[in-house]
């Protein structure tokens, strides 16, 4: 088996980046949520 480098700009995730992710999955996590209450009631 060989192996080989590739050269990439890698982005590390900052503490804004990682909030911000938190707080778009939290928001759609809600949406979903809201549609599912919506559709049983």
Known sequence: MG?????????FP????LLW???RKAIILT?????NR???H
């Open 3 to 11: 192996t080989f480098v590739v050269e990439t700009n890698a982005q």
């Open 14 to 17: 900052s503490d804004i980046d």
């Open 21 to 23: 992710d938190a707080m």
């Open 31 to 35: 949406e979903q949520w809201y549609e």
């Open 38 to 40: 919506q559709l049983s």
